[in-house]
């Protein structure tokens, strides 16, 4: 069983287009996190939800917006995208309970045209 | 702004030498420290926690924190080609027990 699971693996669109990214994680923890990825592989923290609540909210733009559902989901939305956006966008959980350690799920390549 | 530093390499190392990755930060209060390893095309893969100063060893790694000097170094003995990867140090700010700030990796090359 896979630990954190994406959705879509791989994604390909136009600019000005909406597309969101799924995030799952049997684990059972709290918290969730999206982070980018870019070219230069820098891994940036976007956003964390602890329990469905929104507690990162890092120096995105609004087309960005993250939703939980539930404690085992997060998704990112992306509205308008634009050629900047282009990046790995992966999901990550945090471990045991009280403990800082994140695991990453596999990723999710996105190219806007 | 909160910093993680690591040498971008290729840092280029023969199999079966000692492989040592080094991350300094600026944060003087942080409190968690962490190296992922990361191959190309795959996400980042948790190798090493380390919370107090000295060191800990998980088999042929070993992580060395330094709050004094604000570093964390990760040795990796006998390398192997299977660990070239580019390996990401992340350090946990004393402000927020949730978030990370990761480094821009250091690329090690294991030749056999």
């Known amino acids: 069983d896979t630990a954190v699971s994406q959705t879509p693996k791989y994604l390909v669109t136009q600019m000005g287009n909406d597309k969101s990214i799924k995030c799952e994680q049997n684990?059972?923890?709290?918290?969730m996190y999206w982070y980018k990825q870019d070219s230069k592989k820098f891994l940036k923290i976007m956003f964390s939800?602890?329990?469905?609540?929104?507690?990162i909210n890092e120096t995105v733009p609004n087309r960005f917006s993250p939703k939980s559902p539930d404690k085992a989901h997060l998704n990112l939305h992306i509205n308008s995208l634009e050629l900047g956006d282009s990046a790995v966008y992966f999901c990550?959980?945090?471990?045991?309970?009280?403990?800082?350690?994140?695991?990453f799920g596999p990723g999710t390549r996105l190219t806007v045209l | 702004q909160k910093e993680v530093e690591q040498n971008s390499g290729p840092l280029s190392v023969p199999e079966g030498a000692i492989a040592s990755l080094n991350c300094t930060y600026s944060?003087?209060?942080?409190?968690?420290f962490f190296w992922y390893r990361q191959y190309s095309g795959k996400s980042p893969e948790l190798i090493m926690s380390?919370?107090?100063?000295g060191d800990k060893e998980d088999g042929r790694f070993t992580a060395q924190l330094n709050k004094a000097s604000q570093y964390v170094s990760l040795l990796i003995r006998d390398s192997q080609p299977s660990d070239s990867a580019t390996y990401l140090c992340?350090?946990?700010?004393?402000?927020?027990?949730?978030?990370?700030?990761f480094g821009s990796g250091t690329r090690l090359l294991v030749r056999p």
């Open positions: 992340a350090v946990g700010p004393m402000d927020s027990s949730y978030k990370l700030i």
């Open positions: 944060d003087r209060g942080s409190q968690s």
């Open positions: 990550a959980v945090t471990g045991t309970s009280g403990s800082d350690e994140q695991f």
């Open positions: 684990l059972g923890h709290d918290t």
């Open positions: 939800y602890n329990n469905k609540e929104l507690i």
């Open positions: 380390i919370y107090s100063n």
